[in-house]
């Protein structure tokens, strides 16, 4: 066994130990809760295997966080970091046993400073109770994942989450200004504040941000908000076909000489899906493929003129019709259908593999089809949806009859990823690697990159104990 995965199991005496510093009331060791909290929305089943903690931590403050660190590298005892269990990679899965701390109960807002235009929260804050707070003060958070109404945004923050406005305002780390953070031994300390720049010493906050929980636990955030757009329209473009749609992107910026807020992509399957799990039809549930954009300003004339020429430039590039929600209830139709669709391929599906692929924006078009040649004639299928705008698609493998599914899953991704690496593309957009997909970072990413990860990762933690197992593979080469 690797020297830097050989862990101590939690004593009666350790147990003892960590209730006196954090209450016994923020300690669980219920076999069914350890369950539930041991997995995130990637099926243990996809490893063979399950993966279940020791002891599940509740912490109420930085102070008891802190605590449970100093204690976890005191006796060498693997924590994995947990926000609401939304991740697509089995970030939050506890390979190692050991604690699973979650962050429910630190689920403050702690500050919302209009003169700097910022918010200061606790991890456990639901992303779309931030977005919410700020509106209430005509102010704009950004970030936006699909999953914001369960995610927290200290899962945000340690994924790097994107979502839906990344092509206008960028994904969570371009929100973020500082972060309060316990390192793996225990000590506490703020990166960043609330400066617009700062390059005193390293971006540790950006390093951070998408870290995945490895180097160091998110306690607090300071997030940058903007005034909000006064005006904003969604239009719901059909199209007869994927490739049309799709086609049509990159056109949205080149000719229409403008930035959406969001353009998203919806292929034949994916529609379906929408209507099938939500059981209603949803506008252009017909069609062969649509693509959602959102326009917004503070004029509302301005924001007219965008939707009428956005409108026209769409038809003159094949699409059938255009859809234009301007009231509250048409926006939450097509929204609800877009977001419902990775939770109807969890719900209608058992074998499946949601894949974050990501590509220069300008390669979308052929993503697509590079993705339909590397399937179907395998006797594949799959459902492609998600952030057209910024490069960024969930083409999501089933294949419902297939008794080796995971030899042809494995096959497949290697074929798909070969030809993404060709087109400039990477493994993930904003799921991130976690356990999931740790073993393809070899072919993304050269040795010399891959050692560097794991000399931060121990340059941060020593002793190999926050969230291990993650992100690189580590059973192979020199770190042993
Ligand atoms: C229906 C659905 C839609 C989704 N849509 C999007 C989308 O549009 N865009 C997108 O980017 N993702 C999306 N996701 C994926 C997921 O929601 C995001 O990755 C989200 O950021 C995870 O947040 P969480 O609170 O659930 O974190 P978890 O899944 O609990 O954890 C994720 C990672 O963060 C670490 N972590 C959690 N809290 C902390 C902390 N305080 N300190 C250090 N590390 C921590 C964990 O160890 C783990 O590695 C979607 C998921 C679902 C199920």
């Given amino acids: 066994m690797n020297a830097l995965f050989s862990y101590n199991k939690i ?32 099926p243990q089943s996809s490893y063979g295997r399950k993966y279940t903690a020791e002891m599940l931590l509740f912490p109420e ?13 005191k006796y060498r005892i693997p924590v994995t970091p947990r926000g609401a269990g939304t991740g697509l990679s089995g970030g939050a899965l506890p390979v190692f046993g050991g604690i699973v701390m979650s962050f429910e109960k630190m689920n403050h807002i702690l500050e919302l400073d209009e003169e700097n235009l910022t918010i200061t929260t606790e991890p456990g804050v639901v992303t779309a109770e931030i977005s919410r707070m700020a509106a209430r003060h005509g102010l704009l958070y950004a970030g936006d994942p699909c999953s914001g109404d369960a995610s927290y945004i200290g899962g945000n923050i340690a994924e790097n989450a994107g979502g839906n406005k990344v092509i206008k305002y960028g994904a969570t780390g371009a929100q973020l200004l500082a972060l309060e953070a316990v390192l793996p031994d225990g ?7 609330k400066r617009r720049k700062d390059v005193t010493g390293l971006d540790f906050v950006h390093l951070i941000a998408g870290s995945e929980g490895i180097l160091a636990v998110i306690t607090k955030a300071v997030l940058k908000l903007l005034p909000l757009p006064r005006h904003s329209v969604d239009l719901l473009a059909a199209f007869p076909d994927a490739q049309t749609a799709i086609n049509f992107v990159p056109r949205i910026i080149s000719e229409g000489g403008l930035i959406p807020a969001s353009v998203e992509f919806l292929d034949k399957n994916a529609l379906s899906l929408a209507e099938r799990y939500l059981h209603t039809s949803v506008p252009a549930g ?21 939707f009428e020429a956005i409108g026209k430039l769409s038809q003159q590039h094949g699409a059938n019709e255009v859809y234009i929600a301007d009231t509250r209830s048409t926006r939450d139709r097509i929204w609800q259908a877009r977001k419902s ?4 391929i969890s719900s209608l599906y058992s074998r499946y ?16 089809e590079m993705v339909r040649s590397e399937t179907e004639p395998y006797g594949l299928e799959y ?26 899953l494995h096959e497949t991704q290697k074929r798909v990823y070969a030809r993404l690496i060709k087109m400039g593309g990477t493994l993930s957009g904003e799921h991130g690697i976690g356990y999931k997909r740790k073993d393809y970072m070899k072919f993304f990413l050269d040795d010399a990159q891959i050692e560097l990860i794991k000399r931060v ?11 291990p197992g993650k992100l690189v593979d580590w059973e192979n080469k020199s770190s042993d």
């Fill in 286 to 306: 017909d069609a062969g493929a649509a693509l959602i954009i959102q326009l917004e300003d503070n004029d509302e004339e301005r924001v007219e003129e965008q």
């Fill in 383 to 408: 459902v492609t949806y998600g952030h057209a705008g910024d490069g960024n698609m969930h083409c999501t493998l089933i294949c419902p009859d297939c008794p080796d599914w995971h030899e042809k």
């Fill in 341 to 344: 669709v990775p939770e109807a």
């Fill in 187 to 193: 000590s506490v300390t703020w990166f960043g504040g």
């Fill in 353 to 368: 593999s949601k894949e974050d692929l990501v590509v220069p924006t300008a390669s979308v078009p052929a993503l697509l």
């Fill in 61 to 73: 403050s930085t102070e008891h966080v802190a605590a449970i660190m100093k204690t976890a590298h």
């Fill in 11 to 42: 004593t009666r005496e350790i147990a003892d130990e960590i209730k006196e510093k954090i209450g016994a009331n923020n300690v669980c060791t219920d076999e069914e809760k350890l369950d539930t909290y041991s997995h995130d929305e990637v």
């Fill in 457 to 467: 990762k121990l340059a941060f933690d020593p002793q190999n104990i926050l969230n």
